[in-house]
């Protein structure tokens, strides 16, 4: 039998020499005693059994499931268990009372709380564990303080785990904060954030050297300027976000600045994100990725853009296809790519709308190989800016066939001294509708490999449908309404 008093935990159990108590004049109870044996012989103390772990269950939980947050701080700190177990200590089912303060620990050990209920938090700032694990538990904020459920500021560890964890919050700095948090990999999957004064994970300057996965039904809702999910200046192997669901009321969904990614960013399958502010629902101005994938997903903003991505640089490609949709409003675009250098951007089948600005806003944008707009793409617009603008964009080729652009109010294509090394292309189908004396397509000094427009149908309800200036050879543009100008056309 294992002596718990006050002289200090016995060697028996593997528990090291008259350990130093914890900070408190309080000793172990009996279920306590039962974590610490179970933590030297490396077993997992399951109080839920078969029982629910759902909210309405946690709540209920008595005082046959609590485990005081001094107890568990003493045995990863190493004053209840100097010999732990290589598997760590490992508790399910748990209610802890009073935050788990975990700051400026640092300990080789695997802390993995299961489906447990900490209503008053954690802390693990400046901490430096082997791997935590927070899978299905419920975690609240302390009360009558602004600090949120999770504070992890500089927090290191190979591993962080929070998968199916519901986290809600009311404060300022976030319900998760990571701020320059060094892991190997971060896990959410399936877990709920909220927080309805601040960010839902705050994890500027970020460091991951493997993967962060926020998918398989993640959401996270947040509210202000800082953003619903932040990650400005964060540098990670990949981001995985696919299926994820981020909203804002009143900022941005996704605010990642400054993001560097080793590989790739997936926000696809699904993937939404909605806000209402002038900043962009996702945001990725100056971002340095290896490869960024939207396929199927949906963005949306009601005052400014779905996408901002001003000078965002993908070594890869950018793919806005099968299903993506992003809907903005206002004179920034819909979907901003203003002065980004990109390896291809492919838009196949996408449909972008802006109900006061251009729908594609890429003026300045530098793509190597090739911008495919084809197969149903669709940009509408309400815009004397253009439905499309690629002013002083620089690219491989130029692929609109069976495009569909729209502007009820100027241009649907703005172009001026667009550059494409091999060839424009505007056949299949292609269509392009606008209204006022600039015409529809307006591709004043551009210098063009090529423009072949076989079959494509332009019209204007108040003007001329085409205006082309110092352009390469041009192949069978035809005009609904109006008659086709070009001047000083000449050969490449």
């Known amino acids: 039998m294992v002596d718990y008093s006050a002289d200090g935990l016995r060697a028996g159990l593997g528990l090291g020499q008259a350990a130093p108590v914890a900070e408190t004049n309080s000793e172990p109870n009996e279920l306590e005693r039962r974590l610490i044996e179970a933590v030297v012989r490396g077993a997992l103390l399951d109080l839920a059994g078969s029982d629910p772990v759902d909210d309405d ?10 485990i005081r947050s001094w107890v568990l701080r003493d045995i990863v700190r190493g004053r209840l268990v100097t010999e732990p177990d290589p598997r760590g200590l490992r508790l399910r089912g748990a209610r802890i009372t009073g935050q788990l303060d975990l700051e ?11 489906d447990c209920f900490l209503p008053d938090g954690l802390v693990l700032q400046d901490a430096r564990l082997f791997k935590v694990d927070f899978s299905g538990c419920r975690i609240g904020q302390p009360l009558h303080s602004t600090d949120g459920p999770i504070a992890a500021d500089r927090f290191t560890a190979r591993v962080m785990w929070l998968d ?30 909220s927080n309805t004064a601040g960010p839902a994970l705050h994890a500027d300057g970020l460091q991951v050297d493997q993967a962060v996965y926020l998918r398989d039904g993640f959401t996270a809702t947040g509210a202000g300027e800082l953003g619903a999910v932040r990650l400005l200046n964060a540098h990670l192997g990949r981001l995985d976000c696919d299926g994820a669901r981020l909203s804002n009321t009143t900022g941005p969904a996704l605010a990642a600045d400054g993001l560097q990614v080793d590989q790739a960013v997936f926000l696809r399958d699904g993937f939404t994100a909605s806000d209402a502010g002038e900043r962009g629902a996702v945001r990725l101005l100056n971002a340095h990725l290896g490869r960024l994938e939207c396929n199927g997903a949906k963005l949306s903003n009601t005052t400014g853009p779905a996408l901002a991505a001003d000078g965002l640089q993908v070594d890869q490609a950018v793919f806005l296809r099968d299903g993506f949709t992003a809907s903005g409003a206002g004179e920034r675009g819909a979907v901003r790519l203003l002065n980004a250098h990109l390896g291809l951007l492919e838009c196949d089948g996408a449909k972008l709308s802006n109900t006061a600005g251009p729908a594609l806003h890429a003026d ?10 084809r197969d149903g793409f669709t940009a509408t617009a309400a815009s004397k800016r253009g439905a499309v603008r690629l002013l002083n964009a620089q690219l491989g080729r130029l692929d609109f066939n069976g495009a569909r652009l729209i ?33 529809a397509i307006r591709l004043l000094n551009a210098h063009l490999g090529q423009l072949d427009c076989r079959g494509a149908k332009l019209s204007n309800t108040a003007g001329l449908p085409c205006t082309l200036t110092a352009c390469a050879s041009t192949k069978g543009c035809s005009s609904a309404t109006g008659s086709e100008r070009l001047e000083r056309a000449t050969a490449r």
Do not use: Y
């Open 164 to 193: 199916r964890a519901v986290i809600t919050a009311d404060s300022p700095t976030g319900a998760v904060r990571l701020l320059n948090a060094h892991l190997g990999l971060l896990e959410c999957n399936g877990a709920k954030l």
């Open 364 to 373: 300045g944008l530098q793509v190597d190989q090739a911008v495919f707009l």
């Open 57 to 66: 269950a946690m709540q209920s939980w008595d005082t046959s499931r609590e």
């Open 104 to 114: 400026n620990v640092t300990r080789d050990l695997n802390l993995a709380l299961f």
């Open 407 to 439: 502007n009820t109010d100027g241009l649907a294509l703005l172009a001026d001294s667009l550059r494409v090394d091999r060839g424009v292309f505007m056949r299949d189908g292609f269509t392009a509708s606008g209204a006022g004396k600039l015409g």
